[in-house]
């Protein structure tokens, strides 16, 4: 694993709490009484912040890029849990119950994160103990996103999957499709992998995607040109259930 790089002179970097679920509601005092205690580092693509089985000792922050957060299944290949978009949290699972880490998680492309070691942590806790009611908030949203994407991948078939994954991985945040093309840096076996379908029929969805004019398949990414035309099917869906 390389050394990650530290921010310069190791001084707090200003946080983006506004983005930062955890932080949602929380007191001023609270939210500069974190970042006094977090330590900032670059971590480059595709660099591994831990791995399968590694000691927890921090909890980590994103502040900006991707991180997928990955396990092994019995026969030793990857599953791809989660991705991690900027302003989540991630690693804190482990690091509370204070047992080793039982997924893997990796930089998706070049990232900026904030790390805060399990006793500072704590202290915070104890400190602010609304704090505590945050935390149980962020699990609680991520067993629902896990829940969503198990219902996902028995309801839906893969072409619907395909769609609604790129939805949820364009860096948009108001909900409206992007009016320029986009680019989503991730891999069709990535892809495959958070769908929960084989790579032979994922590269057969965007295919037809790509054939349509809807994206353009390029190495390491896609490039999402014509986003409004992904959400139009799944828009007419949630209306006719209404």
């Known amino acids: 694993m390389s050394r990650p ?9 200003p946080w983006p709490t506004a983005r930062l679920q955890l932080l949602s509601g929380m007191s001023q005092q609270a939210t500069h009484k974190l970042s006094a205690m977090m330590r900032t580092t670059k971590r480059r693509r ?9 000691s927890a000792d921090s909890i980590y922050l994103l502040q900006e890029g991707r991180m997928k957060i990955t396990a092994l299944n019995e026969d030793g290949h990857e599953v791809l849990h989660e991705i991690i978009g900027p302003g989540e949290i991630f690693g804190d699972t482990s690091t509370i119950l204070g047992m080793p880490r039982t997924t893997s998680a990796q930089a998706l492309e070049d990232s900026l994160l904030a790390e805060i070691c399990r006793r500072d942590f ?9 704090l505590s ?3 149980l908030k962020s699990v609680g949203l991520r067993l629902k996103r896990a829940e969503a994407q198990l219902v996902n991948v ?16 364009m860096p948009v945040r108001s909900g409206a499709a992007p009016a320029r093309p986009v680019t989503i840096k991730i891999t069709q076996q990535d892809l495959a992998n958070l769908i929960g379908a084989s790579r032979q029929k994922t590269w057969q969805a965007l295919k037809e995607l ?12 896609i490039l999402v040109m014509a986003a409004h035309r992904l959400q139009q099917p799944v828009l007419t869906r949630m209306r006719l259930k209404q």
């Open 46 to 54: 595709g660099e591994w912040i831990f791995v399968l089985g590694d």
């Open 210 to 221: 790509e054939d349509s004019g809807v994206l353009r398949l390029m190495y390491g990414g």
């Open 5 to 13: 790089i530290e921010t310069a002179c190791g001084c707090p970097r």
């Open 122 to 130: 704590e202290s915070l806790l104890n400190m602010f103990p609304e």
């Open 154 to 169: 028995i309801c839906n078939d893969v072409s619907r999957r395909v769609r609604e994954a790129l939805i949820e991985l």
């Open 133 to 135: 009611l945050q935390l």
